[in-house]
C-alpha cells in the first residue's frame, strides 16, 4: 500500500515497502519554482531515498512546469545520480511530459545520466504509468 512520504507546495512522495517503490509526482505549481527550490526539492527527495533505499524509484514530471535550463540538467546528473547509485536503486521510471519544452529536458537528463550510472542501475522513460509498474515487475 502507498503512503504518502511528503507533501510540499511543488511535489508529493509516495512510499510502498512492499513493492520496494518510491514515487515522485510534481505538481503544476511548480511553475512558481525557483531555481534554488528545486534544487532543494530534488535534494529532499534523494534523502529520502538514501533513508528508505527502494528497488524502484518512479519519478512523474507530467504536471512540472519548471523550465529546466541545462546547466540545472547538468547538476541533476552530477549531484542525484551518484546518490541513486549509492541508495542502491536498480531502476529507475521517468514519465515524460506531452509538454515538448518539458520533455526535451527530461531526455537530455536521462541521457547525460546513463553516461554515468555505467550499469549500475537501469533508466528508463515511458509515456504512460501502466508501462512504467509493468516494467518494475519485470
Known amino acids: 500500500m502507498k503512503k504518502i512520504l511528503f507533501k510540499s507546495k511543488y511535489m508529493i512522495g509516495y512510499h510502498s515497502s512492499e513493492e520496494e517503490l518510491i514515487e ?9 519554482m525557483l531555481e534554488e527550490e528545486y534544487k532543494k526539492e530534488c535534494l529532499h527527495m534523494t ?5 528508505l533505499r527502494p528497488r524502484y524509484v518512479f519519478l512523474n514530471p507530467l504536471h512540472l512546469l519548471f523550465p529546466i535550463a541545462p546547466e540545472i ?6 549531484e542525484l545520480v551518484p546518490l541513486y547509485i549509492k541508495a542502491g536503486v536498480q531502476k529507475l521510471a521517468i514519465l515524460v511530459p ?15 545520466a546513463e553516461e554515468v550510472i555505467h550499469g549500475m542501475y537501469e533508466i528508463r522513460h515511458f509515456d504512460n504509468e501502466e508501462a512504467v509498474f509493468e516494467w518494475f515487475k519485470s
Open 98 to 112: 506531452e509538454d515538448f519544452f518539458s520533455s526535451l529536458s527530461v531526455f537530455q537528463i536521462v541521457e547525460d
Open 24 to 32: 515522485y509526482h510534481w505538481l503544476a505549481t511548480s511553475e512558481e
Open 47 to 51: 534523502d529520502f531515498i538514501l533513508k
Open 73 to 78: 540538467q547538468q547538476w541533476s546528473v552530477d
